[in-house]
């Protein structure tokens, strides 16, 4: 006996399909034993009764089927009757194809739990959701163009297609639309919206294990990807190496963006023929690599005055005016009370601020 006068959409393709998909849904409520009629309207309006008995042991708890949350029962007894109003896929009057245009809020913990609404065309009541291919909860469709949902638990540091589908089942999705946090940049992260913003970008996949190592310091070899991701595109495939630096090994994972950086005239090496792939950049060291792969290895900063930050004094250091210059571009502010920390090793969060902010991420 189900609450309520509720019914549940059931989709099969031919008659024996459908009489397995009744046995095999009652039995997911969780009954030692089934009998089950279903209701089965045809386009012509021709009602067909289907009796459907089975004995067989179940031992299920689940109690949703192909995206579709069923009445709950509160009856405890080993045995059920259950009466379905079900229409099939080829019964069904087609409707217009909906579309899903936004998901707010576009992120949230990979575990699931997030409150998220749909906003789209064409919706009908009784549409499913799913994020990532998972079953989203709670769905509830407020109107033809907006839907509720609950996210479904997902992979940290992915990007998640959001699919709505109608009891049609024709569908519209919104690639890549939802975004499962990392597990060490949660939402109220100061560096979150930015590490979201590499991602979506094609910039960086985190550093593993669903993770992005946002304190870590960036090296030499990895700052090569970053700034050429984040001016030419996700999609940039550098030239092959050829060896020019002799402890960069050519073929590896770095060096063909390492020497097309060099090409580039952005970097020259950390002294005589080495680059020093596995060294720290520095805050100081960045702020030339920013600008000149962003303008041009041929720019040139403006004269720096030493009354930006108090540690950077204009006396002399060979990147003061490249600091000063991202600080006026509104690149940086420093790293806290008038200092910019020249000398600090980048870090991964640090550097998501500085690339988004310099090539313009969307």
Request: aromatic content about 8%.
């Amino acid at each position: 006996m189900l609450q309520g006068s509720c019914q549940s959409i059931l989709h099969a393709r031919d008659r024996t399909e459908f009489r397995n998909e009744v046995v095999r849904f009652t039995r997911q409520l969780g009954f030692d034993t089934v009998a089950a009629v279903t209701v089965v309207d045809h386009p012509v309006s021709d009602t067909e009764f289907v009796a459907i008995v089975s004995h067989w042991p179940v031992n299920v708890s689940s109690r949703s089927v192909r995206g579709y949350e069923p009445c709950r029962t509160l009856w405890s007894s080993t045995s059920a009757t259950v009466v379905f109003r079900c229409w099939s896929p080829n019964m069904l009057s087609t409707g217009p194809v909906p579309t899903v245009s936004a998901i707010a809020p576009a992120s949230g913990p990979a575990a699931g739990g997030t409150s998220v609404t749909l906003t789209g065309t064409d919706f009908t009541a009784g549409a499913g959701v799913s994020i990532g291919g998972a079953a989203a909860t709670g769905v509830n469709v407020t109107g033809s163009t907006s839907a509720d949902a609950v996210t479904p638990a997902l992979t940290p540091g992915t990007l998640n297609d959001v699919t709505l589908t109608n009891l049609d089942n024709q569908s519209g999705t919104l690639a890549d639309g939802f975004f499962a946090d990392f597990t060490d940049v949660p939402q109220a992260d100061i560096f979150h919206s930015y590490v979201e913003k590499l991602v979506r970008n094609g910039v960086t996949a985190g550093c593993g294990g669903g993770a992005y190592c946002r304190d870590a310091s960036v090296r030499r070899d990895q700052m090569a990807v970053f700034l050429l991701k984040s001016k030419y595109g996700a999609a940039h495939v550098p030239p092959p190496c050829t060896g020019i630096f002799t402890d960069v090994t050519c073929p590896g994972t770095f060096t063909d963006w390492i020497e097309e950086l060099s090409a580039l005239g952005v970097t020259g090496g950390c002294g005589g023929t080495d680059y020093c792939p596995a060294s720290p950049v520095t805050r100081a060291q960045m702020s030339a690599f920013l600008l000149k792969t962003d303008f041009g290895s041929a720019y040139a900063p403006p004269a720096c005055t030493g009354t930006v930050f108090a540690d950077v004094p204009c006396q002399g250091g060979l990147f003061d005016a490249w600091i000063e210059d991202l600080a006026s571009r509104g690149i940086t502010g420093g790293c806290g009370g008038g200092n910019y920390c020249p000398s600090n090793p980048n870090t991964r969060g640090q550097m998501a601020v500085f690339l988004v902010k310099t090539f313009s991420l969307p």
